[in-house]
């Protein structure tokens, strides 16, 4: 079993940055990957990014290459998502989840329960 929080979200201007949080607990998390999705109103939840728990593998989707950093430290077993260049269609609730390395999200097992994140044009 592994549980997952999420912090970190709120209201930022376009072209500013916001700092994710996702707090990991169980004891077998190093079998997994550890994705960021997000879902926007009327939209699908959409693959943002994932990093393997060892942090040595990480993939982004195309929209948010080059302007979001996933990381993690293990010794708190936190990761993070540094989100920079914001734009107004990065607004959505971002998750954290547990799972197979893969961008699918039917992949990941444990979600945690989202925070919000908007960005203002």
């Known amino acids: 079993q592994v549980q997952l929080v999420e912090s970190g979200g709120g209201l930022v201007q376009a072209g500013g940055s916001l700092r994710l949080s996702c707090a990991a607990s169980?004891?077998?998390?190093?079998?997994?990957?550890i994705g960021w999705f997000r879902q926007a109103p009327g939209k699908e939840r959409e693959f943002v990014g994932t990093?393997?728990?060892?942090?040595?593998?990480?993939i982004y989707a195309d929209s948010v290459k080059g302007r979001f950093t996933i990381s993690i430290e293990n010794t708190k077993n936190t990761l993070y998502l540094q989100m920079d260049s914001l734009k107004p269609e990065d607004t959505a609730v971002y998750y954290c989840?547990?799972?197979?390395?893969?961008?699918?999200?039917?992949?990941?097992?444990?979600w945690g329960q989202g925070t919000q994140v908007t960005v203002s044009s």
């Open positions: 989840a547990a799972g197979m390395w893969s961008t699918l999200a039917s992949e990941y097992d444990y």
């Open positions: 169980g004891r077998t998390l190093s079998r997994y990957a």
């Open positions: 990093i393997a728990w060892s942090g040595i593998r990480t």
